[in-house]
């Protein structure tokens, strides 16, 4: 009994190798089948990179208008909100006492001019000296000094616009003491507004003057206005490695109040970089791979990479323009195996 169940155990292990080989030999007869993929060509591009903007606008042109003298006023010729022309009057001190100096130094003025001329009449005659002449020349010029300090202080009491604009509130009335620390109003031409916004230091070779932004007021994305760089900070902040860039913004069109809140986006300059699609890209923990195609075969490339943008980044080490790589059907690939492409 034992000595047949050896014998069937021997047939067993004879069949089953048997039937292996056969299988084996089968499958080799078998070529394999080639995986299917799509090529993409690596070619040069600009990697569009942007920073955020965030700010308040301010005029370019703004003021708090303040008395040169203290005095009471006499005369509000303005009101809230109004706009103005430079020079025009905005507010009148009583000017009776400066009114009346500048009289007296006038009078005084013409009356030396009178003597003056005189002596000049007499001194071909030999009636008087040029020393004397030379001395009413000097008095002249004394009191045409003093006449011009008169002037400035009756000017003084005359309150006018510094340039044209559009006042704010004018909360003003007539009788009421004013000093040099009284704010009477305010002045904005905000025909042309700035903002100032941080950009990170590293980026500051990449932003120049003339560079063109967006902004729209916050809350209000579906208003955008442009806006252009029109100087950059020569210093960079060295708490925060940031650089101060101004821009400039026509409010003729945007209708922006000083003081508002903007957000927008400003797109940097950008060099040429060698791309690939993010959906090329295959990992194999911290490494970073590319199947490019040789003849009808892939070659597992690793790769440096660098920038990353909205599904492509920037390919420092490892392929270059022209090559071409699989970007679909990546799953079954390793190195050396065929492909069928189908692109």
Known sequence: MRRIILIMAALITVATWMFYSNDAADSAAIPNKPVTVEVVTIEK????EQVHLLGNVFSASSVNINPEVDGRIATVAVKSSQAVSKGQLLVQLDNRHQQAVLQ???????????QHKNLLQLLPKGATTQAEVDRYESQVAMQQAELAIATAALQDRAIRAPFSGKLGLVDLSPGQLVNTDT???TLDNADTLRLNVPVAARYLGRVAVGQQAQV?????QHQVFDATVSSIDSRVRGESLNVYIQLSIDNQQ??????????GELALSAPERLLLPLQAVAYDGDRRFAYRINQQQVDKVELELGVRGDNVVEVLNGLEAGDKVVYRGLVKLHDGIEVDVLN
């Open 45 to 48: 591009g600009q990697l569009r």
């Open 183 to 185: 704010t009477l109003t």
């Open 216 to 220: 729209h007021q916050a809350g209000l």
């Open 254 to 263: 945007a209708g922006l109040a000083p003081g508002a809140l903007v957000t």
């Open 104 to 114: 007296r130094e006038q009078a005084r003025l013409d009356d030396i001019l009178r």
